[in-house]
């Protein structure tokens, strides 16, 4: 107590400090008991709001007292200093890899192999686990305390991830309980939930970011981050469900009972593991399992069965990479086979026209199948499909159900081609097909109505109008009131017409009639970008600015004189032009004129400083996204490239940086960090 309380200022001292150290470590025992109950037991004793009353008051004795911060306080998940790269962990017991069982025949005969080897035909007791579709990690603790964690690489060598892994709030920093091994490895698999996943991708698309393809990318992309304070905003979780090296101590005799001790120190096991008699009540529960997978909130994609007594394990021994008391039964992917009856066009949010299949309803994986995606008219022609077709459809999970082949033995006479529409379904405008693009387009632009949530959704946008207090559910609310139908709505609006609304009082609706007020005085660029013209983000948007300097220069402009705009091409000069020659574009921007807004042209506040020199992005940036470190460098008068040449002038690399980092050595060329970008930013050197 006294080497703790002699860094504390001389305000603190005596019973005042030991109250304190006190209060710290009640607070830590505390919080730990609560994040073990919340994310172990899935059985919470305080509400969120309760919680966080407990965290505040401990970030405020640490910010206070940072003398006072140890290792293993719940406080230090929130990422560390990026690293420059991972180094390696050698696993001391192997992580080895399961054989796989795809029929009941393939379990009856791992079943009869087991007996055989043990020259006991006495029934055999497994434990059933769902198979997460996950990244299988290694942790270990010594005296109770989390010393690595890793990936498990090839097996024998994993990359060395604890910075990331200390991030994850069912990881405990440190064992609570009694009776845990000196040193204890503890094994499991990180994963996204569904529900995280579909929030993150939300949230990516909304930022104009890369969306995930699947949780299992998600969560192998977040593990390995450099920058474990972008893991920590991924909210991975993980569930235990083994151990490797064990010293000083002892476990349970089974592996059921192992994963109860394991919960008990305060490790997350899947409370779905059963210990069941038997091969047959191993399919049972596969059987049911299967039919359940769906209500689960995390994705799996079998079964794993093991024999659960600790002691036969260690007879049967491992073959060179794989247990011998342990298969994993994978799920079949979930098809059926049913007619096609009809295409019809669907119009997403961006104007994308997609081709969905209307399905004679089919029943797979216990769900009635009626639709299909068919992505696009490349698809349908790969395909070879026709209306009145035989088809095979797969599901997996909440994914969208697709169709993946055509039985063209089984053809009608009378099937008929699959043919693009020439006007938009929705609101009667062209459609499009930009060359070299497969994606067919809606071009009504802010005249049509399936595309009006998000066009407004973009005008209110940080990087657009920037409507402070204008969110998701507020357009989707005024665009369901039939209250808005184009942006320059939004400037017609009274305070009659917002309190009508759910949730919207009176002082919420005079603040959004100011945001909405202030939000009219803009600048040419923000206005441009916020009109939501197809390929034009905010480097195009400002390049356009500059070079027209009006939004008169910008409208009447045709393709050729765009193309004479900086880092605008042929496809997006045309995109533009379309977007201007449309009447009810025009009659928009003229209402947003008339009700105030102003686009002001923007001078040249930021010194052109990097006049002539060409910079390389690469890599994830945590302050800010490349695009805009991208605008802000152009700002800046640097030419902003996607390849590294000897004629680079400077590599700006992030976390995960790959082979442009490479080629930058090679050449010599300067390359400088985030921070190093964010100084220049600022108007420091890098």
């Not at 359940?292 to 049967?316: C, H, P, S, W």
Request: hydrophobic residues 40%; negative net charge; glycine residues 8%.
């Amino acid at each position: 107590m006294k080497e703790i309380s002699a860094g504390l200022s001389e305000a603190h001292t005596g019973s005042a400090i030991e109250s304190l150290v006190e209060e710290l470590a009640q607070l830590r025992k505390t919080i730990n008991h609560h994040n073990y109950r919340y994310h172990s037991l899935d059985s919470p004793e305080l509400s969120d709001a309760q919680f966080d009353l407990l965290f505040r008051r401990l970030r405020e004795i640490e910010t206070e007292h940072p003398e006072l911060v140890s290792e293993d306080s719940p406080s230090q998940r929130i990422g560390a200093k990026p690293l420059d790269g991972f180094s390696q962990i050698k696993h001391e017991l192997p992580m080895l890899s399961l054989a796989n069982a795809f029929d009941t025949d393939d379990m009856f005969d791992f079943d009869r192999r087991i007996k055989t080897r043990l020259e006991d035909h006495e029934t055999i007791t497994y434990a059933c686990e769902p198979k997460i579709d996950g990244i299988a990690v290694s942790l270990l603790y010594e005296n109770g305390k989390l010393t690595y964690g890793a990936t498990r690489g090839d097996g024998s060598i994993g990359e060395d991830i604890t910075q990331n892994i200390r991030t994850i709030e069912a990881v405990p920093l440190s064992l609570i309980g009694e009776g845990f091994p000196d040193r204890l490895e503890v094994r499991g698999e990180v994963y996204i939930s569904k529900s995280t996943f579909k929030a993150l991708n939300i949230a990516a698309e909304k930022a104009g970011e890369k969306i995930f393809a699947n949780p299992r990318n998600a969560a192998a992309g977040s593990v390995r981050q450099l920058d474990s304070r972008l893991t920590a905003r991924r909210k991975l979780t993980m569930y235990c469900y083994s151990v490797g090296l064990v010293e000083g101590g002892e476990l349970a005799a089974t592996q059921q009972e192992i994963l109860e001790q394991l919960r008990s120190w305060g490790l997350r096991t899947n409370p779905i593991v059963e210990a069941v008699d038997g091969i047959e009540n191993c399919i049972h529960y596969y059987e049911k399992l299967l039919k359940e997978r769906d209500a689960l909130d995390y994705e799996i994609d079998g079964v794993v069965f093991k024999v659960n007594n600790m002691m036969l394990q260690t007879r049967l021994g491992v073959l060179t990479r794989t247990p011998r008391w342990a298969v994993a039964h994978k799920f079949p992917p979930e098809e059926g086979i049913t007619h096609l009856l009809d295409v019809e066009f669907q119009v997403g949010r961006t104007g994308a026209i997609t081709p969905v299949a209307r399905l004679k309803p089919v029943k797979v994986g216990g769900v009635t199948i009626s639709n299909a995606t068919l992505h696009n008219m490349d698809e349908v022609k790969r395909l070879n499909l026709l209306i009145g077709d035989t088809v095979l459809i797969q599901r997996a999970g909440d994914v969208i159900p697709k169709v993946i082949k055509v039985f063209e033995d089984k053809r009608p006479k009378e099937a008929r081609e699959i043919i693009m529409p020439d006007s938009c379904p929705a609101c009667g405008s062209k459609i499009i097909l930009v060359e070299g693009e497969v994606i067919a387009r809606c071009s009504g632009g802010l005249l049509c109505q399936a595309q009006r949530k998000e066009r407004i959704r973009h005008f209110a946008s940080r990087l657009a109008l920037d409507i402070e207090g204008l969110g998701d559910k507020l357009v989707e609310q005024l665009v369901d009131a039939d209250l808005i139908k184009t942006p320059a709505d939004l400037f017609l609006l009274a305070i009659d017409d917002l309190v009508q609304l759910e949730r919207m009082a009176p002082k919420s609706a005079n603040n959004l009639l100011s945001a909405l007020k202030k939000s009219k005085i803009t600048t040419l660029s923000r206005l441009i970008y916020a009109l939501g013209i197809q390929e034009v983000g905010e480097s195009t948007a400002r390049n356009l600015a500059v070079y027209f300097k009006s939004l008169n220069g910008v409208i009447q402009a045709d393709e050729d004189q765009l193309v004479l705009v900086p880092d605008i091409g042929p496809i997006v000069a045309a995109n533009i032009a379309h977007f201007f020659n449309q009447e009810i574009n025009l009659k928009v921007l003229e209402s947003l004129l008339d009700s105030g807004v102003v686009p002001e042209f923007e001078t040249e506040e930021i010194t052109q400083i990097l006049e002539g020199q060409t910079y390389v992005l690469t890599g994830t940036l945590s302050q800010l996204t490349r695009n805009e470190a991208k605008v802000k460098l152009q700002a800046m008068g640097a030419k902003v490239s996607g390849s590294v040449s000897k004629n680079t002038s400077c590599v700006v690399a992030g976390d995960a940086a790959g082979s442009k980092l490479s080629k930058a050595r090679e050449l010599g060329v300067q390359i400088i960090d985030e921070d190093g970008l964010i100084k220049l930013l600022n108007g420091g050197n890098s």
